[in-house]
């Protein structure tokens, strides 16, 4: 799946088949579903998962947990706005 892919699955009442659970969790937020997001994020316990976790926290905004999460990802956080973060998460999960 590609980014225009994933955008365009937007307008579906569920996220695609097949993606990861991290990548699922960027649909959700995506379609305002923070506490569905928030699960995804959990569920992924890796890099990919704390740098969702990250992210959903910064958008809380709960930032000391944000800092912490960052930090388990291995990445800074970013003081850009949360569209341009979403867009990167999304190259980066697409990749995975």
Do not use: T
Not at 27 to 55: E, F, M, N, R, V
């Amino acid at each position: 799946m590609d980014a225009d892919a994933f955008r365009a699955s937007l307008g579906h009442e569920a996220p695609p088949p097949g993606i990861s659970i991290a990548l699922a969790g960027l649909w959700w937020d995506a379609k305002g579903d923070w506490g569905k997001a928030h699960a995804c994020a959990q569920d992924q316990d890796d890099a990919l998962g704390a740098a969702l976790h990250a992210y959903l926290h910064r958008k809380e905004p709960d930032i000391a947990n944000a800092r912490y999460w960052y930090a388990r990802a291995g990445r800074a956080m970013p003081d850009g706005s949360f569209e341009a973060e979403w867009e990167d998460l999304l190259e980066v999960l697409i990749k995975g």
